[in-house]
Nanobody, 125 residues
Framework: QAQLVESGGGLVQAGDSLRLSCAVS????????MAWFRQPPGKEREFVAA????????WYSDSVKGRFSISRDRASGAILLQMNNLNPDDTAVYYC??????????????????WGQGTQVTVSS
């Protein structure tokens, strides 16, 4: 059973950068991909970015494409989300997810079995 712990959230100003990290422990053999989702205030959870290291593939939502970058630290197994040129619309609780997604489920919550508790990102204008 994998456990995920996010870190790196905080309060920043528009135009700033922030890097989120998601540490994984246990159950690593049951995982071949990870993703970030976010839930803005008063809205539903939405897909942000995903990476699959067995089978390949990276995916980004249109709203973050060109500004955010997802990567994996091979030494630690952690998933990173580099967020540049942040704007107030990026304000949300960011969740890390892990599982065995296939191409058709990589951008959906049902593609992932394990979830972190979330980290708050607030962008002021």
């Amino acid at each position: 059973q994998a456990q995920l712990v996010e870190s790196g959230g905080g309060l920043v100003q528009a135009g700033d950068s922030l890097r989120l990290s998601c540490a994984v422990s246990g159950g690593s053999l049951d995982i071949n991909g990870m993703a970030w989702f976010r839930q803005p205030p008063g809205k539903e959870r939405e897909f942000v970015a995903a990476l699959r290291w067995r089978g390949g593939g990276t995916w980004y939502s249109d709203s973050v494409k060109g500004r955010f970058s997802i990567s994996r630290d091979r030494a630690s197994g952690a998933i990173l989300l580099q967020m540049n040129n942040l704007n107030p619309d990026d304000t949300a609780v960011y969740y890390c997810a892990a599982g065995r997604p296939i191409v058709s489920t990589a951008t959906t919550a049902r593609g992932y079995s394990y979830w972190g508790q979330g980290t708050q990102v607030t962008v002021s204008s």
